[in-house]
């Protein structure tokens, strides 16, 4: 369930777990496994401890002081890689399939861009400070007994190298590095809270973050293109549904990859957003898609160039 931004928020808007439209996504996300299991045991033991604790209890029910390992790491994670390779969507949706494994319910909080000021002083860090006391009083209500939460909270910061770059660069304002020490500071402050709340990063820069951020970080999920069988687990699916051939698939697989133009293949985003809609429009109305006008397409089209940083 999805409540729109009211003028002045904080955030873009709230979404609430579980949501079936979030769970359809998150499906769609081929390839991400592993990002996606690491990501929602984390978040899971993050917000609700209890778990954990009945699981070391049954089978290490001798080594309890290894709770304390996992339970002291700040409720921070990095998601970092290239454009379109899938971090906000999972960290929009994820959200769904920690509150289905864990019974609860969890709300997303957006940080909104527009929120993050126009540079005056004092400015970013009241904004900062004031997203993360918004977090911390919803999380508050909502610890409950021997850590067994009644719901969580996840605060997401997409572009986050917008407001937590590096203080070590020469060029840094004063009113971004105070910014970034108020980051710090709420995360610091969830963490101590030991409420049920959680913070989700998304770079493309995980170079440009502070150390001081990526050290609190209780893990940095890495994301790439698409390899070739990632690829192939895309458009199967879809190209079977509109009756191409298997040979069709070989061809487009091979189109979206690498080649002696260009060193790297379509994004995640580049074949979900761009080709396969591009493919269903090209026929749409007159007839079906075929087999031709697919690999045609594909090979016409360019994907989004990766992510370069500027070195100063």
Not at 175 to 200: H, Q, W, Y
Request: glycine letters at 6%; hydrophobic letters at 40%; charged letters at 25%.
């Amino acid at each position: 369930m999805t409540e729109p931004k009211s003028n002045g928020s904080l955030f873009e808007r709230r979404l609430v777990y579980p949501d079936v439209d979030c769970r359809t996504r998150l499906a769609r996300l081929v390839g991400l496994d592993d990002q996606k299991a690491r990501l929602t045991k984390i978040l899971a033991t993050l917000v609700n401890p209890a778990g954990l604790s009945a699981w070391l209890d049954r089978y290490h029910s001798d080594a309890l002081p290894v709770l304390d390992w996992v339970l002291r790491r700040p409720p921070l994670v990095i998601l970092a890689g290239d454009v379109g390779s899938g971090k906000t969507e999972l960290a929009e949706t994820i959200g769904d399939a920690v509150s289905r494994q864990e019974d609860i319910e969890i709300t997303l909080l957006p940080l909104s861009l527009a929120s993050r000021g126009e540079g005056r002083v004092g400015e970013i860090t009241a904004l900062v400070s004031a997203a993360f006391d918004q977090t911390a009083a919803e999380a508050a209500k909502l610890k409950g007994k021997a850590g067994r939460a009644r719901g969580a909270v996840i605060l997401l910061v997409d572009e986050a190298d917008a407001l937590a770059q590096s203080r070590e660069s020469a060029q840094m304002h004063h009113e971004d590095r105070a910014g970034v020490n108020a980051l710090i500071r709420g995360i610091d402050r969830l963490a101590n809270a030991k409420s049920p709340a959680a913070v989700i990063m998304c770079t493309n820069r995980i170079a440009a973050l502070d150390p001081a951020v990526k050290r609190r970080a209780a893990d940095i999920l890495s994301f790439g293109r698409p390899n070739d069988l990632q690829r192939r687990s895309m458009l199967e699916c879809a190209f079977k549904m509109l009756n191409l051939s298997t040979e069709t698939v070989s061809a487009v697989v091979a189109a979206t990859g690498q080649n002696g133009e260009r060193d790297y293949g379509f994004s995640f985003s580049d074949i979900a957003q761009r080709l396969l809609p591009s493919i269903v429009l090209d026929a749409y109305p007159a007839g079906p898609v075929t087999d031709k006008r697919a690999i045609e397409i594909t090979r016409e089209m360019q994907p989004t160039p990766p992510f370069k940083e500027k070195r100063s």
